[in-house]
């Protein structure tokens, strides 16, 4: 029971990035089109390494 609930979750993760790129693409739009593939990989990615990287770079204290 608890597989075909993560199977089922795997394919909705799946399915919501398919059909946001596929929008993407129609839009036309390159930054929304990098941005979807980023989500998407994100997504893939582990926890710990979530985090976009020009956000996990720490600003120096001006």
Known sequence: MAKSILWFAAGLFVAIG??????AATSGDAEVRINARR???????????AIPP???RVRPLA
């Open 18 to 23: 398919v059909l946001g790129s596929a929008w």
């Open 54 to 56: 020009h956000r996990r």
């Open 39 to 49: 989500r998407s990989l994100v997504r893939a990615t582990p926890a710990s390494s």
